[in-house]
């Protein structure tokens, strides 16, 4: 496992200017700066096999959170899609209804907007 900060694409140039190499291994990042979805994206064109994001505490609150604030407790996890699109991927542009026609997995992929290795936000 390889820890990439925020994982921008100049956190991925700073770790191979140290000599560490993402490839095959699992990433882990922080929430926050980037989008979560290019948090994924940046780590698979790193070569990254997969993806934990977890909300750090300093970014999200300090020392006071839910009840007694409004930020999430150090338990939260943060939920939202890594998908960069609007609806459903299989049917852009059109209703996703049971009978409609779909894009196959390949065409998906080739859209270039859903995560092509897997991701999980944790605490």
């Given at each position: 496992m390889?820890?990439?900060n925020?994982?921008?694409?100049?956190?991925?140039?700073?770790?191979r200017e140290?000599g560490?190499?993402?490839?095959?291994?699992?990433?882990?990042?922080r929430y926050?700066?980037?989008?979560?979805?290019?948090?994924v994206?940046?780590?698979?064109?790193?070569?990254?096999?997969?993806?934990?994001i977890?909300?750090?505490?300093k970014?999200?609150g300090?020392?006071r959170?839910?009840?007694?604030d409004?930020w999430?407790?150090?338990s939260?996890?943060?939920v939202?899609?890594?998908?960069?699109g609007?609806?459903d991927?299989?049917t852009?542009?059109?209703?996703s209804t049971?009978e409609?026609?779909?894009?196959?997995d390949?065409?998906v992929?080739?859209?270039?907007?859903?995560?092509?290795?897997p991701s999980?936000?944790?605490s």
């Open positions: 390889v820890y990439a925020y994982g921008r694409v100049k956190d991925y140039t700073t770790l140290m560490v190499n993402v490839s095959n291994t699992v990433v882990l990042a926050g700066k980037i989008f979560r979805g290019d948090i994206h940046n780590a698979y064109s790193a070569g990254a096999i997969g993806v934990l977890f909300t750090d505490k970014d999200y300090g020392e959170w839910f009840p007694d409004k999430m407790p150090l939260g996890v943060q939202g899609s890594v998908y960069d609007i609806g991927p299989t852009p542009g059109w209703p049971g409609c026609e779909r894009l196959s390949e065409e992929e080739n859209e270039g907007n859903v995560p092509l290795i999980l936000p944790i």
